[in-house]
């Protein structure tokens, strides 16, 4: 029986881990994985499908890491279906709720809205933004753990 995806799961270690839909259906590759900087744990991961080299966000609470496979528990279509923002780059308040409401999850409650919690953290985070300034280093959203460092893989 496989574990739901917490802090007790290093996010380094799903990257390059095949991904699969509700009905054991290949969906792709886990590219990146998305850490909410409050806490530290893994949100959403970016499944590459495969077609056009695209990458869709799944959702990463519900999900389970079974043997070597992340098991994603919605349909393939949807999840082929989700908004494709793009890795490695900032996950806007905005880009976060629509993949709430894309895959029907009800909004955390852990203090504020996803629209504040995902204020401003990426992948690359410029040294100078500051909380009073861009917003950007707010210590509140979604930064990454990434596994395009060589090859592909």
Do not use: C
């Amino acid at each position: 029986m496989g574990g739901t995806v917490q802090t007790d799961i290093d996010p380094r270690s799903l990257i390059g881990r095949k991904a699969f839909d509700r009905d054991g259906a290949k969906i792709g590759t886990v590219d990146e994985v998305y850490l909410d900087d409050e806490t530290g744990e893994p949100e959403w991961a970016a499944v590459r499908t495969g077609l056009f080299s695209r990458d869709a966000f799944v959702p990463l609470e519900p999900s389970e890491v079974v043997d070597d496979t992340l098991r994603v528990p919605y349909e393939r279509d949807l999840i082929k279906a989700a908004p494709d923002f793009g890795v490695g780059r900032h996950l806007s308040p905005e880009q976060e709720l629509q993949l709430y409401h894309h895959y029907g999850l009800a909004l955390p409650t852990a203090g504020s809205p996803p629209a504040e919690e995902a204020r401003g953290a990426g992948a690359a985070e410029a040294p100078g933004d500051t909380e009073d300034g861009s917003g950007e280093r707010a210590g509140e959203g979604l930064g990454t753990v990434n596994g395009s460092g060589g090859s592909g893989g």
